[in-house]
Nanobody, 121 residues
Framework: QLQASGGGLVQAGGSLRLSCATT????????MGWFRQAPGKEREFVAV????????YYADSVKGRFTISRDNTKNTVYLQMNSLKPEDTAVYYC????????????????WGRGTLVTVSS
């Protein structure tokens, strides 16, 4: 089970940190990622981190502003979001897969419930 938290309302230029705690998975063996879906838009890739934390990929739209990290001792993955923009407003979903570090939503076997991030202008 994946449980995302940390969403909320923030002004443009502000920061938020999302967390995703997992249970029932051998966390250190799973690649972890974040997707988001804005109102009226398709779900899109945000970031992914490999099981050992050595590899990360980001969507171009968040590169340089968002940072994905993980703590394998706490079975938790994080998404630090800085310099937030109104276009970052979306429901953010935590995802996991045993062996996939990519941008395709279909590559991930496990999805958590989302957490809403709203960025006001």
């Amino acid at each position: 089970q994946l449980q995302a938290s940390g969403g909320g309302l923030v002004q443009a230029g502000g920061s938020l940190r999302l967390s995703c705690a997992t249970t029932g998975l051998s966390f250190s063996r799973y690649d972890m990622g974040w997707f988001r879906q804005a109102p009226g838009k398709e779900r899109e890739f945000v970031a992914v981190i490999s099981d050992n934390g050595r590899t990360t990929y980001y969507a171009d739209s968040v590169k340089g502003r968002f940072t994905i990290s993980r703590d394998n001792t706490k079975n938790t993955v994080y998404l630090q979001m800085n310099s937030l923009k109104p276009e970052d407003t979306a429901v953010y979903y935590c995802v996991a897969d045993r062996d996939y570090v990519g941008r395709a939503s279909g590559g991930y076997d496990y999805w958590g419930r989302g957490t809403l991030v709203t960025v006001s202008s």
